[in-house]
Structures are given as C-alpha cells and as structure tokens.
C-alpha cells in the first residue's frame, strides 16, 4: 500500500529509472520534497516521469503513489497538479495541439478542472502571461507560426497555471527564452515553492541556480544515472 500523501512524503520519487529512448546511460534515483528543486541531467524524460510513456524500467511515484497504482481518474487528478515547460526540440506533438491556438493550448487542460471556471481561468491565464512578457497576452496563433520565445513563455504560462500546484517539470525551460524575462520567471518560481510546490529542472547542461537567483539549498548537485 502506497504511503499517504504527508509533508514528510515526497512529492516525486525515481527509483531505479531507466528512461526509454533517450541517450543517457544507466538509471535514476531521485527524492524531491515539497518546495525542493533539483537538477536532473538527462534530455526529455517529462513524458515518461508523468507515466503517459512507459519507462524503459523503474519506478516513478508521486505523492507516494506509482502510477501504475492509480486509478484513471486519480491519475487524470493528479496530472491536474503538475505543470510541465517541454523542451522546444523535443517532438512538436509533445509540446502543443497542432490544430489549436497557442492560447486555446494553454488553458485546455486546466478547463477541466472543475473547480475553476473559464471567467477565473482566462484571468489567470492573462496575468501570468503579462508577468513573464507577453505584454499583448497569450499569443492567438497556431504554434507552427507562432514566434519561438512567445512558444517559450506561453509554456511557462501553461506550467504555472494548475492550482494547487504540487510539481513543476522544466525542459531546458530558459532554451529560447527572452533573455529579459528570465527573472520573471525565476520569481514564479519561488512564488510557487514558497507555496509548497518541488521543482525538477531537467537539462543535460548543469543550470547555474546561483547566477539565476535561485535559492537551491545543499543538495541541489545534478542527479547523474548511476
């Protein structure tokens, strides 16, 4: 029986992990409590760590639970609470639905919450969306011609916008950024660990934390397959 969910239980949980189809070597061990952040090397795992791809093996649990355990609708409850940035070159079908609007993208997932309302939704969307530099709001264009760093930042808007937010996954989330509108989103990110909520930064290059302003602690040391 999985664990319940506790302050003490971590939100996210690799054990043993082998990820399918990527070009790192060897398997993954990880712990992330609340309000954590942590650097785990690796190229575009976000998919299988959700449990929607299989892992090549190994275990993912999040608040203690594998996904394997859920039920449909426990899993659908749980994706609700995660907010995840794609990387930019990883498959375009992981990142946006080719036939929507950049902006229909990003609320389209949280339109099934049904404790928030389309009203609430579209208020929050547009505040996050002028906090990190879409002055204009969320971009009303299909993403195949929608400009790279405006992708970028209604990424960040689809990632910050679950409430409760329990867990973020960022791909290389700075790659293709505005160069201005970095510390927007360094400050989202604390907003949102002040909040309770872990942060798994995922890249195959080693982010600065320090240089970035972010308040990593002691054991934010990159986690390498072993």
């Not at 090549?56 to 449909?72: D, F, H, I, L, Y």
């Not at 709001?137 to 960040?156: C, K, N």
């Given at each position: 029986m999985a664990a319940p969910e506790t302050d003490q239980t971590p939100v996210l949980r690799l054990e043993a992990v082998r990820f399918s189809g990527l070009r790192n070597e060897g398997t993954f061990d990880l712990e992330l409590g609340r309000g954590e952040i942590r650097h785990?090397?690796?190229?575009?795992?976000?998919?299988?760590?959700?449990?929607?791809?299989?892992?090549?093996?190994?275990?993912?649990?999040?608040?203690?639970?594998?996904?394997?355990?859920?039920?449909?609708?426990?899993?659908?409850?749980?994706?609700?609470?995660?907010?995840?940035?794609?990387?930019?070159?990883?498959?375009?079908?992981?990142?946006?639905?080719?036939?929507?609007d950049i902006d229909e993208n990003v609320r389209l997932a949280a339109h099934f919450d049904p404790a928030r309302t389309s009203t609430t939704l579209g208020?929050?969307?547009?505040?996050?969306?002028?906090?990190?530099?879409?002055?204009?709001?969320?971009?009303?264009?299909?993403?195949?011609?929608?400009?790279?760093?405006?992708?970028?930042?209604?990424?960040?808007?689809?990632?910050f916008l679950p409430d409760p937010l329990d867990l973020l996954l960022l791909e290389s989330p700075l790659e293709g950024?505005?160069?201005?509108?970095?510390?927007?989103?360094?400050?989202?990110?604390?907003?949102?660990?002040?909040?309770?909520?872990?942060?798994?930064?995922?890249?195959?290059?080693v982010p600065d934390f320090v240089a970035l302003g972010i308040h990593a602690g002691p054991d934010h040391d990159p986690n390498t397959p072993t």
């Open positions: 785990l090397r690796a190229f575009a795992p976000a998919l299988q760590i959700l449990g929607i791809v299989p892992l090549a093996s190994g275990t993912v649990s999040v608040n203690g639970k594998p996904w394997e355990e859920r039920s449909v609708i426990d899993r659908e409850r749980q994706l609700r609470r995660i907010g995840t940035v794609y990387h930019p070159r990883g498959p375009s079908s992981s990142v946006w639905v080719g036939n929507l208020r929050q969307a547009d505040a996050l969306a002028k906090r990190v530099g879409l002055a204009e709001g969320l971009p009303t264009t299909r993403p195949a011609v929608t400009p790279l760093p405006d992708q970028v930042l209604s990424q960040w808007v689809r990632a950024a505005p160069a201005e509108s970095i510390a927007a989103f360094v400050a989202e990110i604390e907003r949102v660990r002040n909040a309770g909520c872990s942060i798994l930064w995922i890249s195959e290059a």
